[in-house]
């Protein structure tokens, strides 16, 4: 682990291609900037924009423009892609990783890149970047352009897509399961955490996508060399990962319209059940209520048998509801 002082503000990290040779060679946290560049080579610079520094450092760079340098350290939470003089810079959605383990939440990468860097900033740490950098890692030759780094995050962020698409099925399959089985739950509360990353990732992903075709449709002088071919495969790589998205959002709109179903036929059996209880008991109650009045010469009220005929008329009735309900089909 490199414990250098960093010289480098909001330093993640820097890599230096040399395509002749074939190398990518990762730089210290001592390295200077001037260290980034070098003949017929091109660097990847990942910086943190917790640090307030960064900024100011953009402002050394050559080959930036006060627009990309704007990209660069947006706080926008929305994708963004823009051609201009060479130079393509932007800010891409993504998916946030902890120290423990990769989550759904999103996070936003912010870039820039010409034919001789690509700076990429960022305020959390991102899935698909950490799996590019070890892709480099492990393939350093294979990477001669910055557009080649730029494909590859791309293509990181939708093997990220794929993964948490399949996530999704599984817990929609177990969702599934309990919904169609005989026994009533509700499943509401489980299945509204998966609507709500389906719709957000859907959202932004129809965003990239629009902006990607958009970009590959510019002026060949405006765009950097190479791009519109990498544009054409990424836009067919991404729609692939949007059609299963929406399958997905598709599949969990119908399962929550299902619970909502058997909700309302459960909630409609119960009150079937009350409106029969209430039937039956509203001629005891008439009765009941009846001989409850405060008024002389009431039925019953001398002799030795009122209440037996009471209990006989409130059975009566009873029974009298029950043939009417029969008689209506009710029961």
Known sequence: MDTLPVNIPGFVWAYRFSPEEKTAVRLNNSATVAELTADNCFYWLHLNLVDARVPALLDTLDGLTEDAKSALTTRDTHAAITV???????????????????????????????????????LQPLRSVERARALIEKNPGKFSRPVDLFELLVIEFQRTLIAIVIELTEELNQIEDIVYDSAQRDERRRLAPVRRTVVRLHRHLRTVLA???????????????????????????????????????????????????????????????????????????????????????????VGDYGTEYAVALIVASIAFAWWLLRRVDIL
């Open 84 to 122: 201009d003089e060479q130079m393509l810079y932007g800010t891409l959605v993504d998916c946030q990783r902890d120290f423990a383990q990769d989550t759904n939440n999103l996070g936003w990468l912010h870039f820039a890149m010409s034919d001789r860097f690509l700076i990429t900033t960022r």
């Open 211 to 301: 902006l990607m075709r958009r970009a590959a449709a510019a002026d060949d002088d405006e765009m950097p060399f190479g791009f519109d071919d990498v544009a054409r495969r990424l836009t067919s790589r991404l729609e692939t990962v949007d059609h299963d998205i929406y399958a997905l959002q598709d599949r969990a709109r119908l399962l929550h319209e299902e619970i909502d179903s058997k909700q309302s036929s459960e909630t409609n059996r119960h009150l079937y059940l009350l409106s029969i209880m209430t039937a039956f008991l509203l001629p005891p109650t008439l009765v009941t209520g009846f001989f409850g009045m405060n008024t002389a010469n009431l039925p019953f009220a």
